[in-house]
């Protein structure tokens, strides 16, 4: 912090010291001192107050002069004598010389910044916090692997060299230990010479323990002893700190108020505040900060607690500072050496005198929450380069910092800054470590600590001991917030399981354990729902607390089984703690009192009363889901099966297992089927969550598993009958004839039951069915993911990052995925939008179940339909079976009798009799399908067993046989098979038809085995698949065959329809004849473009002069959008207008550093060729009645005014501008053009003058009007003047063609365009208004020339219809304006432009040649002459005739300055031959030219060919621009060969323009006549200036502009972007930094400090620098999120999908996903086609219409 005591130096009694000082001497006496630590405090206390804090800003410098000068005074005043000291000779070659002898440490410890790119590699990595920096992974193996980028947020450091954190590859190229450093692990200070070491413990410990008093001195006015001034002023600061809770506003308005300073100030201090921590805001004495800080107390403290202010002394601040910069001075002087490093650790962890926790690192450790930030920072940055660099102090730093956890975090719960500088953080860097995290656990029991301070910090329970934490303050959530990195920290310490364990490790991690499960007890049974009836709930309860810790310790409990599976005496123990826990908790339930006995089908069961619908439930069991998990794991293990007698299997009760998570499992059933409606929102989402990915690991999956383990070790009748019971169904199917279904009279009841039922036998499915976990069924995780995969590409084809969200991620977020994919999908590549997809293979359909036990209702709906349609798409039937499970493993594998117990039997009986008889609303189709599909698998299963089995001994399955016995005695219905059968041809269940056939095949194949195996013992399928064959071919034949008649049908019925047609336009004949006249009419625009009729084509066509062909002669037929009506168009007709975007463009700019001119003085009239600014018009095409655009554009004022009362805010077009969008096709526009007759063929009778007739004529009547002008001015007529040539009258007024709805409309256009191009109010009587409309129109030629050029396509007949007639609109427009303006206007204009070509002497300052774009010229020319030509009225000349001579004068013009701002350096092949006729004159000309500039400007050219090629390239853009004005201007029909690309263009183009196709015989006929017009030109001083200077801005062709080079490789944009610093405050880092896709700057967006002013507004960065970079038009990447931002002008922006892409064809917009991108070239070429077509706005407008969202956005302020 420096003072900003602008120019009056320091005393000069200091400068004088500062030039005697001598830092080696200072540093000898200190050698042989007495008391070195007295000596340097004396040293200290004189001159850390004089350097540092000398004045007002005392905290943060506005001068940087002043800044360096505290630099260098610290540097040679105070850290020089130390330097001295500790080396013994010259800082510089001691610190280089101990360098050379250093042996680096193999590990980086590159610290990383915010916004810096680390890497992870995903098959390496330990865990996901390992990550390397770019240099080192560049150089390391792992840029091959699989990699996930990240940006840091800073604080973090390189792993490269650390062994433990990677499983291979740990050092990159430079990190590599060499041989010889591989084995030594001696001491490192043992290579420093001893005196040195001796001179080097005493300088740290003096330094660090300065340093540590310092920063955690309290006293704001006293200084330790020996540290207090000699001379004390009142001098004081009034300190402001950093907090988390006030905002930026809140800061800068108490600021303004409490020390009176302006905005900017108040917004630097407090980004200063923000990024320090703290920041001085007064200087003076004790009274006048006192008063300051009483302002800021009071004016913060309403809503929260205040801002924390201190008023302090200045030596006190000022010896703050020293100890930062003396911090910051070790940390650097330790990089020269490991010996030093080692010295400093061993002094910062040295105990001192007071015992425990006494060393300088505990004294920093256990004040860290009362530092301020950017003290917090240097210390952490400290300890990084020295303790944990340094792996021996690195394990004693990490038992302190364990010893000191419970106290570390509960400052830290108190704090109030955020984590990432808070000490705690450094958690990451030490628990990650698994030899530490296990050292740590057997010696300071880390686990049970973590454990335990956790637990404590949520003191909120009920009665029961269980969390609660219902209404919630904002204290309390901030606390629990808080309490979540607790859990982060455990995760660490579990993240890497161990290979091999210790008696100790054990039992810590038992101890741990019970801790863990204390935890787990606290939660079991949270949140209790009752279910609400009558009323809706009141207040929705608080659940996402609760479901937030769920989430953050599901990995933590997969983590806990993980380790348990790999040790089987922890497994054991941890079984028997977990089965403790959950029978403790069993204890407290309330519901053994009323035992019931249940009995059905023969069977009776015990179990007691409990309603789900009536009772509490729970949905968090986190006890027994873990039991389940540990039970599997037993199962995996075998640990079940080799020591039963260890295991306290006889203490289970099945029933009570299956207790709770069946209660929780009815609960979602009931939620399902509306029986909970009136709990309200809440409850959805717990159900949501439930199920949901993030959850359902150790949720709903371990619910599962513990109903098969419960049902796996009980009778299946016992188990069915107790689901039956919770799912309150059992009175359904107990009553004696239940196949009856009793009578329901309340038929919501019905519906639930029904809903009820169908969850039920889903639920048994699943229990059965889901056997796809390592330890129930015989599976690796490999299959496991597999079926999920499967599953989810059932639904449909999926992205990556779809089907890893449908993934359970593990504690490394890794779900198995790309193992699996590429063996069940492939991959389709995404095109220039949308994303690759993975389509399922389709061998993989037969592992399709349609009751997969993750599918949501959607999902399973989807599914089923994807499913069926695929089969009918390759001509299967469409039953969808189970596909074949595996087998089950021992613990579980009675499961499967399940399926043939009694009670599933007598179920699926009563609901195939239901089926039967479908009366009332007492069964539903999906029951049916869940009862077949338990069927089949019953059906499975016996295939299978019978397929595996040797004899006919051990089959224990036989479904066939029950389903063949008939009903019990009471209700004597058929047996399971005769219903089937009955149903097969059931008309009401035609869509199950082929499942029930496929159930009978397999009963009839099973038959067949049976008696096969009864009478041979070996079994053969290969009949049973014969017969199912036969059938199966049968059922094909007979679809064929009905397919085959519908066809035929088909094609009589289409038959019958177009004879009908035919015959009804025959009748009605007249009638289509006139339509399709009108058709051809309307559809003026594509006749314009299509070739030209027969008798023109003889003709070769030209668009240009007297022999032009005009298109007056076509009607012009148009519909009008809103009304509907058709009207032609007439110059004297109601007018019709076109809706158009007009808009500033910089896209052609070659120069975007000029500055934008000012509005008021600016004279448009002559474009430079640089086109540094353009206004562009474009149209979506769509035509309407003025009147009824005005009727519309009314409606919608007004509708805005109504808006603006209700709602503050924008919407996305911009009404008081003038914008709306196209009532038919919702496109921005701003402006409509009035649409005007085509033009006239000219009288071919009419004689045309040549070129020097013309220009005498010409040169006449400029000259009389000229006269005429004066006359008016000076109202006196100056003798004779100049001769009249005949017909031309001066005062003739011509008629206006339109009529007045038509000029009212052309005022309209005419303002818009000029309004827009000027940015200034409307002004009609402006002289620069038609001016502009020319501009315009010129421009947009241009642009769209160029746009054709670079997509090499035709130059006609490509245009999409829209752009077709905005151009054909707008030059016909631009030639009608002037009608519009004072004749005068125009005259003069013409004659300005006439004097650039045809020197004038009365006109003055015309620019020179060089600095005129010809083809604007050309344009204005011919545009403005219209109204000099109006005054002639001898009927002798044709306008076109001086449009050819015009084009001819400037296409000369146009040679010229090619050659004169052409380069021919590089001589490609000189022909030796005499060249052609064009060669020869192109030389002729250039020597003419040098002659005329004398020959040392112009470079002699020997090569006559190059300069034709030169001249031939650079001019045709002109040509192909000047091809499509009059081409639109006279409506000429184009020639047929330029209706394509390819050979033959430019002789087509010239004769289309009625020049030579050598154009140099234009100079060569005219020579006479032009030789005195090029001398004239090239004597104009500013050509040779230019030239002469070498200033030649432009040359021809001009290239076309390209949005920046972007890297191919994503990574090197965030590199640059994380060493790009904030340009405003002093080398801060920029938060959000954003790169200019048009010029390439990088921007500091989206951040206080770099708001500029614009216009009286306060705007951000990006949107400033639109204003000079694209006319307020912006296309910016913003780095860190990789997005394309768009920004036209202050208030409407959008994003769009950026040019990078991942190796799944798919953004990455957030950076969340962190897969290495890659820039697609095709994306970002749409981008700039975007940019180039002036399409943005466009973009903007479409996004902000479709998403309201991106309208609230400020986008001024990005």
Not at 641 to 667: A, D, K, M, N, T
Not at 1054 to 1073: G, P, R, V
Not at 1541 to 1561: D, I, R, V
Request: proline share 5%; hydrophobic share 35%; glycine share 6%.
């Amino acid at each position: 912090m420096a003072a900003s005591q602008s120019e009056r130096d320091l005393p000069s009694a200091l400068c004088s010291e500062f030039l005697n000082f001598s830092a080696k001497d200072t540093a000898s006496l200190w050698l042989v001192a007495a008391d070195l630590q007295q000596e340097v405090y004396r040293h200290l206390a004189v001159y850390v107050p004089r350097i540092l804090c000398q004045g007002p800003s005392g905290g943060s410098s506005n001068s940087s002069r002043e800044e360096q000068r505290e630099e260098l005074a610290c540097q040679l005043l105070l850290l020089a004598p130390l330097e001295w000291l500790l080396l013994g000779e010259e800082p510089a070659s001691g610190l280089a010389l101990l360098q050379e002898k250093n042996q680096p440490s193999p590990l980086c410890g590159h610290v990383f910044k915010v916004g810096e790119p680390t890497y992870s590699c995903r098959e390496c990595a330990a865990d996901p916090t390992c990550v390397l920096c770019m240099q080192c992974f560049l150089g390391s193996v792992h840029k091959e692997h699989r990699y996930r980028m990240t940006t840091s947020g800073g604080g973090g450091f390189c792993d490269c060299g650390d062994a433990e954190a990677w499983k291979k590859g740990p050092y990159c190229q430079k990190h590599t230990p060499t041989a010889s450093n591989r084995d030594t692990e001696e001491d490192p200070v043992a290579q420093l010479p001893a005196d040195m070491v001796a001179r080097g413990y005493s300088i740290f410990s003096i330094i660090l323990k300065y340093a540590v008093d310092m920063l955690t001195w309290e006293q704001e006015d006293q200084l330790p002893a020996g540290l207090e001034p000699p001379d004390r002023g009142d001098t004081y600061y009034c300190m402001l700190f950093n907090d988390e809770v006030h905002t930026y506003e809140q800061v800068i308005y108490t600021l303004q108020k409490a020390v009176n300073c302006s905005q900017k100030e108040a917004v630097s201090f407090a980004t200063t505040v923000d990024r320090d921590g703290r920041k001085s805001v007064r200087y003076g004495d004790f009274q006048f900060c006192e008063q300051a800080k009483s302002v800021i107390v009071r004016n913060t403290s309403r809503q929260s607690k205040p801002l924390r202010v201190e008023v302090m002394h200045s030596s006190v601040v000022a010896h703050q500072c020293f100890a930062l910069k003396a911090l910051s001075w070790l940390g650097q002087v330790i990089q020269y050496s490991d010996g030093l490093r080692r010295i400093l650790c061993q002094v910062g962890l040295q105990r001192g005198p007071e015992g425990e926790n006494s060393s300088l690192v505990d004294q920093l450790m256990l004040n860290d929450s009362k530092m301020w930030k950017g003290a917090r920072n240097i210390y952490h940055q400290l300890l990084m380069n020295s303790l944990l660099m340094d792996l021996k102090y690195k394990k004693i730093f990490a038992i302190q910092f364990a010893k000191n956890y419970r106290r570390l975090q509960t400052d830290f719960m108190e704090d109030d800054h955020e984590r990432v500088v808070s000490v705690t953080s450094l958690s990451v860097q030490l628990f990650t470590v698994p030899t530490m995290a296990r050292m740590l656990m057997v010696e300071e029991n880390l686990m049970t600590t973590i454990i335990r301070t956790f637990v404590d910090h949520l003191r909120h329970r009920d009665l029961q001991g269980r969390f609660q934490f219902d209404r919630y303050t904002a204290q309390q959530a901030f606390k629990f917030g808080r309490v979540q990195s607790l859990i982060g920290d455990l995760k660490y310490v579990l993240i890497s399981r161990p290979s091999e364990w210790t008696d100790q490790l054990r039992l810590k991690f038992l101890e741990g354990l019970e801790a863990f499960l204390e935890l787990l007890k606290c939660m079991q049974g949270m949140d209790p729902v009752v279910r609400q009836v009558g009323q809706h709930i009141e207040m929705e309860p608080e659940w996402e607390a609760a479901f937030t810790l769920q989430m953050k310790l599901t990995h933590i409990i997969s983590m806990i089984q993980e380790w348990c599976s790999t040790d089987e005496r922890v497994l054991i123990e941890a079984y028997r703690k977990c089965l403790s826990a959950l029978s403790h908790c069993h204890s407290s339930l309330p519901d053994g009192e009323q035992p019931i006995s249940l009995s059905l089908a023969g069977h009776c069961v015990e179990t007691f009363r409990y309603q789900v619908s009536q009772d509490k439930v729970s949905i968090h069991l986190p006890v027994c889901r873990l039991l389940a998990g540990l039970h599997v794991l037993l199962s995996r293990t075998e640990v079940a099966s080799r020591f039963p007698e260890q295991l306290p299997l006889g203490e289970l009760s099945p029933p009570l297992l299956i207790e709770l998570p069946l209660r929780c499992l009815v609960l979602c059933a009931q939620v399902h089927a509306g029986m909970w409606r009136r709990n309200g929102f809440s409850l959805i989402n717990q159900i949501y969550y439930y199920h949901n990915v993030k959850c359902r690991v150790e949720m709903f999956d371990k619910d599962i598993i513990m109903l098969q383990a419960g049902a796996s070790m009980m009778d299946p009748n016992h188990f069915l009958m107790i689901v039956l019971s919770r799912f309150e169904l059992f009175h359904i199917f107990s009553s004696a004839d239940c196949r009856k279904r009793y009578r329901e009279a309340n038929k919501d009841v019905v519906q639930q039951q029904n809903t009820l039922i169908e969850e039920m036998l889903h639920l048994i499915i699943m229990v059965v069915c889901e056997r796809y976990v390592s330890g129930v069924g015989q599976v690796e995780p490999f299959d496991e993911v597999r079926r999920e995969i499967i599953h989810q590409l059932s639904i449909r084809p999926m992205a990556h990052s779809e089907l890893v969200k449908a993934l359970p991620e593990n504690g490394n977020k890794e779900t198995g995925l790309e193992r699996v994919i590429d063996s069940v999908a492939s991959f389709k590549k995404p095109g220039v939008t949308g994303r690759g997809l993975y389509e399922l293979r389709p061998e993989w359909n037969k592992h399709f179940n349609l009751y997969f036990h993750h599918y949501s209702r959607a999902d399973q709906s989807k599914a089923e339909e994807a499913q069926r349609k695929l089969r009918r798409q390759n001509g299967e039937d469409t039953a969808l079976p189970p596909p074949v499970p595996p087998p089950l493993c021992p613990l579980f594998a009675s499961l499967v009798n399940l399926l043939q117990c009694d009670v599933l039997l007598a179920v699926e009986g009563a609901v195939l009799q239901w089926a039967v008889e479908p009366s009332g609303g007492g069964w539903t189709e999906s029951m049916l399908q869940r009862v077949l599909h338990l069927v089949g698998m019953a059906l499975l299963e016996e295939h299978q067993q019978l397929e595996n089995s040797s004899g006919d001994d051990d089959i224990t399955f036989s479904y066939t046989s029950k389903i063949t016995r008939p009903g019990e005695a009471p209700s004597t219905s058929g047996s399971v098979l005769a219903l089937l059968e009955s149903l097969q041809n059931a008309p009401h269940l035609e869509i199950h038809k082929d499942m029930i056939t496929w159930i009978l095949k397999m009963v009839a194949n099973i038959k067949t085995m049976r008696e096969r195996s009864s009478s041979i013992s070996t079994v053969t399928i290969s009949q049973g698949q014969g017969k199912e064959e036969t059938v199966r071919d049968k059922d094909k034949a007979e679809r064929k065959r009905k397919a085959e008649m519908a066809r035929l049908r088909r094609e009589k019925i289409m038959a019958q329809m177009s004879e009908m047609q035919k015959h009804f336009i025959n009748e009605n004949k007249e009638l289509f004849q006139q339509s399709l006249e009108e058709l051809e009419a309307s559809t003026s625009a594509a006749a314009e473009n299509s070739p030209p009729s027969m008798e023109l084509s003889c003709v070769s066509q030209v668009c240009v002069g007297p022999r032009r062909v005009g298109g007056a002669e076509r009607r012009q037929l148009v519909t009008c959008i809103l009304c509907q009506e058709e009207q032609e168009v007439r110059g004297h007709g109601r007018a019709m207008v076109l809706a158009a975007f007009v808009q500033r463009s910089t896209v052609l700019s070659k120069n975007r550093r000029r500055n934008l001119p000012n509005p008021e003085h600016h004279d448009p009239l002559f474009m430079h060729p640089d086109l540094s600014l353009g206004i562009h018009t474009a149209s979506c095409g769509h035509i309407m009645h003025a009147t009824c655009w005005q009727r519309y554009f009314e409606a919608v004022q007004l509708k805005e005014q109504r808006r603006q009362q209700r709602l503050r805010g924008h919407t996305s077009y911009d009404v008081e501008n003038g914008e709306f969008l196209c009532p038919l096709c919702e496109c921005l526009s701003n402006t409509v053009i009035p649409l005007l007759p085509h033009t006239h063929t000219p009288d071919h009778s009419v004689d045309h003058p040549s070129l020097e007739v013309w220009l005498k004529t010409t040169s006449q009547q400029v000259a009389v009007l000229h006269s005429a002008h004066r006359k008016q001015i000076d109202g006196v007529a100056e003798g004779a003047g100049p001769a009249v040539p005949e017909g031309f009258r001066v005062d003739f007024i011509p008629q206006n063609p339109f009529s007045s709805s038509i000029s009212e409309m052309i005022t309209t256009f005419s303002m818009s365009t000029y309004k827009v191009g000027l940015k200034v109010n409307p002004n009609e009587q402006d002289q620069r208004v038609p001016v502009l409309i020319w501009s315009t129109c010129a421009y947009t030629i241009q642009s769209i020339e160029r746009l054709l050029m670079d997509e090499e396509k035709p130059l006609f007949g490509s245009l999409p219809c829209r752009q077709d007639d905005c151009l054909s609109s707008l030059t016909r427009f631009s030639s009608a304006c002037w009608t519009a303006a004072p004749v005068t206007t125009t005259h003069t204009h013409f004659i300005r432009l006439l004097s650039a070509l045809v020197p004038d002497s009365q006109v003055e300052n015309t620019p020179c040649i060089l600095d005129i774009d010809m083809f604007h010229l050309l344009v204005y020319c011919v545009l403005s002459y219209s109204s000099v030509h109006s005054l002639d009225q001898s009927g002798r000349s044709v306008v076109d005739s001086a449009h050819l001579h015009l084009l001819h004068l400037v296409t000369v013009a146009h040679l010229v300055q090619i050659l004169l701002t052409s380069t021919t350096e590089e001589v490609c092949m000189d022909q030796d031959s005499v060249g052609s006729e064009e060669e020869e004159l192109t030389c002729q000309l250039h020597n003419t030219l040098r002659k005329h500039l004398n020959s040392s400007v112009l470079p002699e050219v020997t090569s006559g060919w190059q300069l034709f090629r030169c001249i031939k390239v650079g001019i045709l853009p002109f040509l192909r621009a000047a091809a499509l004005f009059f081409h639109y201007l006279n409506s000429t029909a184009p020639p047929a060969d330029l209706l394509v690309t390819g050979p033959g263009q430019w002789e087509a183009l010239c004769s289309y323009l009625s020049l030579p196709s050598n154009l140099l015989q234009l100079y060569q006929s005219q020579h006479t006549l032009l030789e005195p017009l090029i001398n004239r030109w090239c004597c104009h001083p500013g050509v040779r200036q230019m030239l002469q200077e070498g200033g030649v801005s432009v040359r021809y062709p001009r290239e076309s502009n390209q949005l920046i080079e972007l890297p191919e490789d994503y990574s090197v944009l965030i590199n640059q972007a994380s060493s790009f610093t904030c340009p405003r405050s002093g080398g801060d880092k920029s938060r959000a930094p954003t790169l200019c896709l048009v010029c390439g700057s990088m921007l500091c967006s989206q951040s206080y400090c770099c708001q500029t002013e614009v216009d009286g507004e306060d705007v951000g960065a990006c949107t400033a620098h639109t204003f000079t970079c694209g006319a307020g038009l912006g296309l910016f990447l913003r780095v860190r999120e990789s997005q394309v931002l768009f920004v036209a002008g202050k208030t409407k922006g959008c994003f769009y999908p950026p040019p990078y892409l991942d190796d799944y064809g798919e953004t990455d917009q957030g950076l969340k996903r962190g897969n290495p991108l890659h820039l697609c070239v095709d994306r970002y070429r749409k981008i700039e086609r975007l940019w180039r077509q002036h399409g943005v706005a466009e973009v903007i407008g479409h996004a902000q219409e479709a998403n309201q969202t991106l309208v609230a956005i400020d986008w001024q302020h990005l």
